[in-house]
Each structure stands twice: as structure tokens, then as C-alpha cells.
């Protein structure tokens, strides 16, 4: 369990710097340098609570990562929707107003991507990395903790395990042994990453979504031929298969295109191939189908398979997305994977505080908790930091109204479900039902009013604004 420091052992590790009000200078551990360990770092060291965060890379890299930088992204490099009318608009607001390090990278390193919020990926680790190894008050460690008794992690005020969804074997054994639930998990896929050069520009073509006028992404158009060779290859590719112990199970939010392709010939055609809103300019007419390439950095040299997350083994991801007009001759910069995520019962194993019941001291967050995606995560992270860093100064921060994406998120991890808990994205759907009956074509935007209004309201009564 977590133990306070002396004074002397603050004052030598911390310089006699900023102190809580029981007289010592707060000490916490992160273990795990992804978006919620930094998040919540940085919430803290704005606290004046002292940080020491262990990452294991480069030591070790999980099957998923392959960068030594901290808060990698190793699936798409999108944040997704942007304003009030999507819930993740909304937690994007919500998170900058908190002071996020994660929102403030995104807007630094942000690249074309339309409506949506991508990032050049490789300048955000670097952002991020930056920032947190410049904190004079976080200190960042490059080693494994590989077990909740780990010596490092007994003499601090908390200890916070945001490992993610990845954490290694031996860590993940200790955090299970620790909160007596047996392991649940869900399969995540990865989606690749092709060179611009590669493209035929004779078949793809620049353009978003009713805007032909755009170049946010690049667009391969598909007659209905080609489309159904396409998914016939799907069906027949070769995939990685679970390892016999592992039983497997997908995010529903994230299913690998060849699991899309199973549930019907044309699921993709009205999934993420949806032609609606474009138009080939090679025919002027709208094509049976269309894939979307979003890019990966500033420069546009590299591309994301939008929607193509794969678990096909690496040379039937070569001869099926070549199969692709205008990919014939694709230059893959990284091929997609399949890897497993591993989360608590949050419910059942967290308190509201997201403290481990059987384990005090003890806190999760990010994804290793159930919420899902890179923003929810980090929002995770941030709001740890937050209330950790206010009681260590004497104070308390009032949960966000559920009304609010952040508090909507958070109130998710608490409320047990009928049936088995189930991670989730932030979304209209764990905020309360709208009063009185509002048409559909205005509900989302009824939704973003509420929130705003709540957390507005919140905020400046929690004492957060300014």
C-alpha cells in the first residue's frame, strides 16, 4: 500500500518545493506514459503534487507499439468529430477548458481531416514527450513495473496504474490478483498506413464528404464489380487467430473489416465503403462504393485505411487492399494487427473515486478502466489528476453532471449493467433522456446545448474557472 514519505526524503527528492496541507510535498506514481498517465501527470504536477512516472519503453515494447516516445498512437491517428453535436465534440471542449496537455498537443500537431480532429501522430508523442520530461515536478522513469508490489510504488501518497489496454503479462496478472475478478478483454484492430507516393491519383482522388472541393482525404472509388470482388477476397483472406486459451471477442465500435464483411456482402457498402456524399470524377456519377484514405502527417505523405482496422495476416492485407483502384500499387508504411485489450468490471472493482475496493491507494485510469478511445481515455487520466491534485491541496471537486460528456463518461465506470460491463466511447447515450419530445434531426444538437449549459454552470461553481 502506498505510504506517505518523510520530509526528508520530499525535500531531497522534490527541492523543498510546493507542500500539501499536512505539512509533506505529495507524491504520486504513474505507471504507464500513454494519454491518461500523462494527462493525469501533468493535472497533478499543475497541482504542485510531485510525479514519478515509469514508462517501460524502450526497455520493452508492447506487441502494438513500436516508438519510445510517450502517449503513442498506435491506431488511428483521428480524435474524431469536432463541435457540440457530437459527444466527443463535446468532451474535446470540455477537456481543454480543464487545462488538457492531450488537447493542447492534438491543436499543435493537428492535420487536415475535414470535420474531424487527426493528428500528425509522430509531432504529438513528441509534443507530449517534451512537456512531461520538461515539468520540473514529474520525473519520468524509463523501466517495467511489472507488479503492484513493486517497491517503487510503496513509498508515495497514490499510486496510478495507466498502463492501458496493453499492459504487459506479468502487470496485468497483479492487477487481477489484486481485484479478485477474472480478466475480461475485447479484440482491438489496427488499421494501415500506405505512402502517398504509392497512390494511382489517375483512379484516387482528393475530397470530403459533400465537399468535392476539400483535400482532407484521398478517395478510391470502386464500381460494383470491384466492390464485390473486394469483399469475397475479405472472406477468404487468411487472419491471425486468437491463441487457444483466448476467446474472442470484438469492440463493437471497432470491428476489423473482414468482420464487417461477414455480416453481409454489403455491410461495407452502407459502413465506412458508404459512397453518399461524393462523386467519381472520372464518370460524374456517384460510385457503388468508396474507400477513404486519411492522412497521417502534416506533409500528407502517409495515409490511414479509414475503417480498416484487419486482422488478415500480413501478405493477404498486401494482395487484398491492393485489390483497392488506385492502391494496385500501395507502399504499405505499416500493415494492420490484432491485439487484445484488457480492461476491469469497473463497477465492480473501482470505487467512485476510480480507486481499487480490495486495494486503497490504489487508482486505474484510461482504458484499462472500460472507457474506449484515445480522447476518453486521456479525460480519464485528466480527471484522476484533477481531484487527486485538489485533495492533496485541502480541497474536493464535485463530479461533473451527467449531463456533461466528461461526467456522462466517468458515471459510465460506476453504474453496473444488466448484463456484463462493456468498455464504451463517450456518446449521447449514458447522458439522460431529453425532456419532452424533440424531433430527430434536432436531438443531438439538444443534447450539445444541454451539456454545454451544465458544464458551464459546473465549472465556474467547482471553482475550476479562471
Not at 82 to 91: D, K, M, R, S, V
Not at 188 to 199: F, K, L
Not at 394 to 410: K, S
Request: proline share 5%; hydrophobic share 40%.
Amino acid at each position: 500500500m502506498p505510504q506517505v514519505r518523510s520530509q526528508a526524503t520530499y525535500t531531497a527528492y522534490c527541492g523543498g518545493r510546493k507542500r500539501y496541507p499536512g505539512g509533506e510535498m505529495a507524491h504520486v506514481v504513474i505507471v504507464g506514459g500513454g494519454l491518461a498517465g500523462c494527462d493525469c501527470a501533468w493535472q497533478l504536477a499543475r497541482a504542485g503534487v510531485s510525479v514519478t512516472l515509469f514508462e517501460m519503453k524502450p526497455e520493452k515494447h508492447s506487441e502494438a507499439h513500436t516508438e519510445d516516445g510517450l502517449a503513442e498512437l498506435v491506431c488511428s491517428n483521428s480524435f474524431r468529430a469536432t463541435g457540440p453535436a457530437a459527444a466527443i465534440g463535446l468532451l474535446k471542449d470540455e477537456m481543454e477548458a480543464l487545462g488538457s496537455l492531450v488537447m493542447e498537443a492534438a491543436f499543435a500537431t493537428r492535420v487536415p481531416a475535414g470535420g474531424a480532429l487527426a493528428v500528425d501522430r509522430t509531432l504529438f508523442s513528441e509534443y507530449i514527450t517534451d512537456k512531461i520530461e520538461g515539468h520540473e515536478l514529474i520525473t519520468v522513469v524509463r523501466r517495467e513495473i511489472t507488479s503492484l508490489d513493486d517497491d517503487a510504488l510503496k513509498d508515495c501518497d497514490a499510486v496510478v496504474v495507466a498502463a492501458g489496454p496493453l499492459a504487459s503479462a506479468d502487470l496485468t496478472e497483479s492487477l487481477m490478483s489484486a481485484v479478485g475478478d477474472a480478466r475480461l478483454y475485447f479484440y482491438d484492430a489496427i488499421a494501415p498506413i500506405i505512402s502517398r507516393e504509392s497512390v494511382d491519383f489517375d483512379k484516387a482522388f482528393w475530397g470530403s464528404r459533400w465537399k468535392p472541393e476539400d483535400d482532407d482525404y484521398l478517395n478510391c472509388p470502386m464500381d460494383e464489380a470491384e466492390y464485390k470482388a473486394f469483399v469475397a477476397a475479405l472472406l477468404e483472406g487468411e487472419k491471425v487467430k486468437p491463441r487457444d486459451f483466448e476467446k474472442e471477442v470484438h469492440f463493437e465500435a471497432c470491428l476489423p473489416v473482414e468482420a464487417m464483411a461477414e455480416r453481409g456482402e454489403m455491410t461495407l457498402a452502407f459502413g465506412p465503403l458508404k459512397p453518399v456524399g461524393f462523386v467519381d470524377p472520372r464518370t460524374g456519377e456517384r460510385p457503388f462504393a468508396i474507400v477513404q484514405l486519411r492522412t497521417e502527417n502534416a506533409d500528407k505523405t502517409a495515409f490511414n485505411l479509414v475503417g480498416f482496422q484487419t486482422k488478415l495476416k500480413y501478405p493477404e492485407q498486401k494482395r487484398i487492399f491492393r485489390m483497392i483502384p488506385g492502391l494496385e500499387n500501395a507502399e504499405f508504411l505499416r500493415l494492420g494487427s490484432i491485439h487484445r485489450n484488457t480492461y476491469v468490471n469497473a463497477p465492480e472493482v473501482l470505487d467512485g473515486t476510480l480507486q481499487l475496493r480490495n486495494r486503497p491507494g490504489v487508482y486505474l485510469a484510461g482504458q484499462i478502466t472500460g472507457v474506449e478511445g484515445y480522447l476518453e481515455s486521456a479525460a480519464c487520466g485528466l480527471w484522476l489528476g484533477l481531484t487527486l491534485g485538489k485533495r492533496f491541496n485541502g480541497g474536493e471537486v464535485v463530479d461533473p453532471p451527467v449531463e456533461t460528456a466528461l461526467g456522462a463518461l466517468m458515471n459510465h465506470l460506476r453504474t453496473r449493467p444488466d448484463k456484463q460491463f462493456q468498455p464504451s466511447n463517450v456518446n449521447f447515450g449514458l447522458m439522460p433522456g431529453l425532456e419532452g419530445r424533440i424531433k430527430k434531426k434536432f436531438r443531438k444538437e439538444a443534447y450539445g446545448k444541454r451539456a454545454q449549459e451544465a458544464f458551464t454552470a459546473w465549472f465556474e461553481s467547482a471553482g475550476l474557472a479562471g
